[in-house]
C-alpha cells in the first residue's frame, strides 16, 4: 500500500515537473526565433565607410550598403548600437553585439571572435602628415623621432604601426584614443603632428598627405563568437552575392573610396615641373560644341573648359598655372601639333589605345561617355543604310567608327558635322554616326527633321591626348583626372548641348517678321476676346459667390441650415476652379492647333495642297474653340433659366435624316460606319426644333469624337407606347463601340465640367458641358435621358421625348438651304468698331458683298458722323458696344433722340463679343434692333442683310 502511494506520488511530481517545463520551453524557443531575425550592429563613425552616428541620422557608406546586400539574402532587421571604436569592440567581444564591420584577421583575435569565409575588403594603413608640414619627410624616416603620431586603441593599425617601429627603428610618440573623431580634432587641432588612417578613409582634399605605408591586411564583417547561427547565415549570404554579382566588393569601394585612392598631393618632380611653367597649352576642335568650341568673343567654350577647371582645383593649381586653348578646324592637324610640341594636350581623343599607339601618343582615363547614333534617311536597312556613310574630317570618332565597323561601305568625306548631316538630307550619303552630344546640337534642328533617329546600343568614351614621353605632364593629367567626377562632365555636356542648338525661335522670328507680326496680331484679337469671354465669366460667377456668401450670413442662427449652405458654397467654389481649369486647358487646345498650322502654312506657303490643309484645320479648331465658348454661354441660359419651348410642327424623320446628313461625311471622313434606323407609327409632331437638334449634335458629336476610326456609330429613331393621350413618345438611341467610360466616371457623366481622364492622353477638346446640356435640354421638353457604357467597349446614349401629335397639312419640313445673297452695291453701312482688327474683318466681309463701308473709331465719332451726314445717307449702323469715350448702348440711345428722320430711325445691330442673353436684352433696350456675337457668322448676317433690304 505504502509502495502504491509513493508510485503516485513520484507519477504526479513527474508529471507536474513535465507540465511546468512546457511553458518555459516556448518562452525559449520565441525568444531565439526573434533573435534569428533582429541582428544587432555596432556602429561607429568613419567617414565614407560608416556614416550616420545616431538613430535619426541618414546612414550611409561602404558598410552600410555592404550590411544591406547581405540582409537581402538573410532577411535579417538591424539594430544599431552606437559608441566609440574601442566601446564598441569590448562590446562585441562581451556579445552584446552580434556584428562588427571592419575587423581585420589576427592570430590574436581568431579565438575571440568569427570570421565568415569572404572579406569585406582590403585596406593599406598610412602615417599621414599635414599638406606643407616639411618637418615630417617620407624619404627621411629619421624626421619621424620624436613626433606625436595619433591612432586608435584596440586597432590593428596601431599593431601594425608599432611592428613598423620596431622593425625601421623610427621612435615616434604615440597618441592612443577611444574613437576616429577624437583622434582627428586632435590632428586638427595641433595636439598631434601625425597620425595613422586607412587609405582608403582620407579623401584626396582633405588637406594631409601620406608619409609611408607601414602595413595592410583584409578586413571582414565578423559575427561574435557564440552566435555560430548568424555565422553560418552570413556564409550563405556572402557566397550567393559572390555567385550573382563577384564585383560586388569592388563596386562599392569605387563609389566610396575612389575620392580617396588617389593622392591629390604633387610629386617633387611634378611640383618642379609646375614651377617652371606659366601655363598649359591645350588644343581642340573649333566646332565640336558640347565636347569644345569657341564662343561669340573667340574663346574656348563647351566641357573641355571645365575639365581643366576642374583638373586644376583638384590638384590645388588654380592660382599655380594658366590655361592657353587653341582650337583647330581638323582632328588631324591638332594630333601633328601635339606630335610636334606645339601644343601640350589635346581634347577630345577617342579612347582607342590602337590608334593613339600609332600616332605616338598616350591617352588619359575616360572623361565623357556618349551613346552612338545613328541620322538616316528613309526606312532602314542593314543593307541600303550603310551603303554610303558620310563623316567629318574634325571627328575622329566618326572616321574611326567606320573604318572599324564598316570598312566595304562607301564613305563621303565632309568638313564639318553639318555637312554630314546635309549631306545625308541631300542624297549623297545614306548616314551617319554621331555621339549623343552631338546628336541633340544637330538633329534637334529643324532642317533635319525630315531625318531618322536610331540609338545604337553601343557608347563611346573621350579623354585627353599627351604626346609619348612627356611623362610628368601626363602624370599630373592623370593624377587630377582620376579624381574629376565623371558625373559632373556629363551633366555639362548636356548643358552646351542645349546652348548649341543653331536654330532657335529667334531665328525663325527674324527671318519671318511679316508673318509672325501677322500671326500675333492674330492672336492677340483671339486672346482679348477670350479675356473678354473669361472676364465676363468671372464677373458673374464673382456675383453669385457674393449672393451665396450674403444668403451664408443670413442663416448664420440655424446651425442646421448653416451647414448645407456651406457645403453648397464650397461645391460652387471647386465647380468655379474646374471651370477656369477646364477653360484654359480647353482653349490652349485649339489655340495651340491654329498656331502651329499657322506656322506650317507659312512653311509650305508654296504649296497649295499644304496650305489649304492647314487653313481647312485652323478654321475646324477656329470653330472648336467657338463651340467651347458656346456650350459655357448655353449652360448660363440653362442655369438662369432662359430657357423658352418654341414648338412647331415638324415631319420628325425628315428632321432626322437632316441630322444623319449632318455627320455623315465627317463619319466617313474618319472611317466610322455610320448608320441609322427608324421605327415609328407618327410622323408629324410638335418638337421645338432647335433644342432637339442641339441634344443631338452634342451626342453624335460626342459618339464621333470618342470613336477610334474602323468604329461604328448607330442612330435609331423608335415609337413606344405613350400612356398620355394624343402624345408620341420617342426614344432616340446614339450607339457606338469606341472608348466608353468607367463605372466611376459614368455616376457623373452629366455633371457639369465632367470629362473623364484615363491612362490614354485626353485630346478631345471641350468644357466638359455638353452631356450636362443634354440632360437640361430633353428634360426641359419633358422627357428623360439616360447613359450606358463600358470602358474599352462603347456607349449608348437613350433620349427619350414625348412630343404631341401633329396634323400632316400643318408640318414643316426642315429650312431650305440658304440661297445667293443679292447684291447689295449702293447700300452704305456704318461701321463703329475701335478694334482694327475686327474693323478689317467686318469691312472686307461687307465690302465684298457690296456695300459701301464707313468707319466709326468710336460711340461718340459714331454719333457725330450721324449728325454731320444728310438723312438716309446710312442704310445701316453695325455698332459694337465696349468702346472708348462712348459705348455702343449710349451712342445707339443719343442717335434715338436725333430729331430728323432718317437719322434717328436708322436700323442699328449690336456686333459684340457680350453675348449672354442678358447682354441680347441690353441692346433691345437701347433701341437696336438686332444682335450679332462675335465670331461674326457669315452665314447669319448676310440672312439678316437680304431679309433687311429685300426689294419692296
Known sequence: ?????????????????????????FTVN?????????????????????????????????????????SNYTGWEYEYVYGGWSELYDAFISGDIDLLAGLSYTQERAPLMNYPGYEMGVESYYIYKKAGNEAISGSDLSTLTGQRVGTLRNNLMTAF????????????????????????????????????????????????????????????????????????????????????????????QIKYFQNTAVNAALSPEETEWVRT???????????????????????????????????????????????????????????????????????????SIWDSERQGIVQTNDLVESSVHLAYRGEYNEKTTMQVIAFSESSAFQSNYVAMNYPNSEVYITSTLGDCLDAVKQGKATCAFFSSGHAESYL???????????????????????????????????????LIDKSNMTNAMYAYTDSSLKYSISDFIQDHVGLVLSIALVIIGLIIAVAIMLAITLQKTREQQNKELEMLRLVTKQKEDLAVAAERAEQASKAKTIFLFNMSHDIRTPMNAILGFANLAELYRNEPEKLYDYLVK????????????????????????????????????????????????????KGIDFVRSMDIQHSCVYCDRAKLQEALLNVISNAYKYTQPGGKVSMRLEEIPSEKEGYALLRTTIRDNGRGMSEEFLSKIFDEFSRERNSEKNVIEGAGLGMSIVKNLVEFMGGAVTVESKLGEGSAVTMTIPHRIADEEGATNLPEEETEHPDFTGKRILLAEDNDL??????????????????????????????EKPA????????????????????????????EAGKSDVPIFAVTANAFEEDKKNAFASGMNGHFGKPIIVGDLMKTLSDLFQPG
Not at 534569428?36 to 552616428?53: L, T
Not at 582627428?184 to 584626396?204: H, Q, T, Y
Not at 585627353?464 to 582620376?482: C, E, P
Request: proline content about 2%; glycine content about 6%; hydrophobic content about 40%.
Open 444 to 482: 534637334s534642328q529643324r532642317k533635319y527633321k525630315s531625318l531618322n533617329r536610331l540609338t545604337l546600343d553601343e557608347t563611346i568614351n573621350y579623354c585627353i591626348g599627351v604626346k609619348k614621353g612627356n611623362n610628368v605632364m601626363y602624370s599630373l593629367l592623370s593624377r587630377g583626372v582620376s
Open 618 to 669: 485652323i478654321r475646324s479648331s477656329g470653330n472648336a474653340l467657338l463651340s467651347i465658348l458656346n456650350n459655357v454661354l448655353e449652360m448660363s441660359r440653362i442655369e438662369k433659366g432662359a430657357l423658352a419651348l418654341n414648338e412647331e410642327a415638324c415631319r420628325i424623320a425628315a428632321f432626322y435624316d437632316a441630322m444623319y446628313e449632318m455627320f455623315r461625311e465627317r463619319m466617313e471622313s
Open 277 to 351: 611653367r606659366q601655363s598649359i597649352r591645350v588644343g581642340y576642335l573649333n566646332d565640336y560644341l558640347p565636347y569644345c568650341g569657341v564662343d561669340e568673343n573667340g574663346n574656348a567654350n563647351g566641357v573641355i573648359t571645365d575639365i581643366f577647371q576642374e583638373w586644376r582645383e583638384q590638384l590645388g593649381l588654380s592660382g599655380q598655372i594658366g590655361m592657353e586653348y587653341k582650337p583647330y578646324f581638323l582632328y588631324a592637324d591638332m594630333i601633328a601639333a601635339l606630335q610636334s610640341g606645339e601644343i601640350d594636350a589635346a581634347f577630345p581623343v577617342h579612347d
Open 838 to 867: 475686327n474693323a478689317e474683318i467686318a469691312s472686307e466681309i461687307l465690302t465684298d458683298a457690296g456695300f459701301t463701308v464707313d468707319r466709326a473709331e468710336d460711340g461718340q465719332i459714331c454719333v457725330e458722323q450721324m449728325k
Open 161 to 252: 604601426f608599432e611592428s613598423w617601429m620596431e622593425e625601421s627603428g623610427a621612435a615616434c610618440e604615440e597618441v592612443l584614443f577611444d574613437d576616429f573623431q577624437a583622434r582627428d580634432k586632435a590632428f586638427e587641432n595641433g595636439e598631434i603632428d601625425a597620425l595613422i588612417a586607412v587609405n582608403n578613409n582620407v579623401p584626396s582634399n582633405s588637406g594631409m598627405t601620406p608619409v609611408v605605408m607601414i602595413g595592410g591586411s583584409s578586413y571582414f564583417l565578423a559575427v561574435t563568437r557564440e552566435r555560430t547561427d548568424l555565422l553560418a547565415e552570413l556564409n550563405k549570404a556572402l557566397s550567393a552575392i559572390n555567385e550573382s554579382n563577384p564585383y560586388f566588393t569592388q563596386s562599392l
Open 1 to 25: 500500500m505504502k509502495n502504491a502511494v509513493k508510485r503516485t506520488a513520484l507519477y504526479t511530481l513527474f508529471f507536474l515537473f513535465l507540465f511546468s517545463m512546457t511553458p518555459f520551453s
Open 872 to 899: 438716309y445717307y446710312y442704310d445701316l449702323i453695325l455698332m459694337d458696344i465696349q468702346m472708348p469715350n462712348m459705348n455702343g448702348y449710349d451712342a445707339t440711345k443719343a442717335i434715338r433722340k436725333l430729331e
Open 30 to 70: 520565441a525568444h531565439e526565433s526573434d533573435l534569428s531575425r533582429k541582428v544587432r550592429v555596432g556602429w561607429y563613425n568613419s567617414d565614407h565607410f560608416q556614416e550616420g552616428a545616431t538613430e535619426n541620422d541618414r546612414k550611409s557608406g561602404y558598410s552600410y550598403e555592404y550590411l544591406q546586400g547581405v
